[in-house]
């Protein structure tokens, strides 16, 4: 079995446990207040389950979501951008997506949740595991990555079953704002599903609160249009 990555910084967030890819898996798990509703992964950035995705599963579960983050670091997080790359390399995205699919399978089997199936929302390294799981797993009906960073070759997305929403910066270096156009077109070919890929006057990480490059507006913005959509593919 592939080793997690380790660090020696703060644990991660953490208020359940569950069966997934062989091994017992981590997770931050928030209620909605009418107590279920639609089931939503979220997926950690590159630093790992940090206080900022568990807060953006309590806004989900705050907008009626049943949102789950695992922790795909095994309770690590990085405090630096060089451990933080170095945690992601040494995540093997099959190995993510195998994880993913385990948190999914708990998630939908909650009586809280109220869908057949899930939506999966992430960020930067997570941003990027949206659409590996989604392209891997059918029961992923909304997908919503956020600056995702694929890691390698694009997946194969012939059996894609989700709508997605993309939010993306145009002052992301790291992801070049033409490089979505292959990205849609690859979805299209191969899925026949359009993606909406939206572009926003912002930096990478402009979603993240806690970091110099948030940018309010344009996290409103993608926020605003998260929420519905999200409820539409879900019920």
């Not at 569950?18 to 950035?45: D, K």
């Not at 195998?98 to 949740?113: I, M, P, Q, R």
């Amino acid at each position: 079995m592939t080793e997690l990555p380790k660090s020696t910084g703060a644990p991660a967030r953490q208020n359940v446990t569950f069966p997934s890819g062989g091994t017992t898996a981590h997770g931050y798990l928030a209620l909605p207040p009418s107590g279920s509703g639609p089931g939503v992964i979220v997926i950690q950035e590159w630093w790992g389950l940090t206080d900022h995705i568990a807060d953006v599963a309590d806004r989900l579960a705050a907008e009626g979501f049943v949102a789950l983050a695992p922790d795909l670091y095994g309770g690590n997080v990085a405090h630096e951008s060089a451990e933080a790359l170095r945690m992601m390399q040494e995540l093997p995205v099959s190995r993510g997506v195998e994880l993913l699919s385990g948190a999914v399978d708990h998630l939908l089997a909650l009586d809280e949740v109220t869908s057949q199936t899930v939506g999966s929302v992430g960020f930067c390294m997570g941003g990027g595991f949206v659409l590996y799981l989604a392209a891997a797993d059918a029961r992923v009906s909304a997908a919503v990555p956020f600056y995702g960073v694929i890691q390698g070759e694009l997946p194969d997305f012939s059996g894609l079953k989700a709508e997605i929403l993309g939010h993306y910066g145009e002052l992301d270096e790291s992801i070049p704002a033409e490089s979505l156009d292959s990205l849609r077109e690859a979805i299209h070919a191969q899925s026949g599903i359009t993606p909406d890929l939206r572009l926003y006057p912002a930096n990478h990480a402009f979603f993240n609160d806690g970091r110099p490059v948030y940018d309010a507006g344009s996290a409103t913005r993608a926020w605003e249009s998260t929420v519905p959509f999200l409820h539409e593919r879900l019920g």
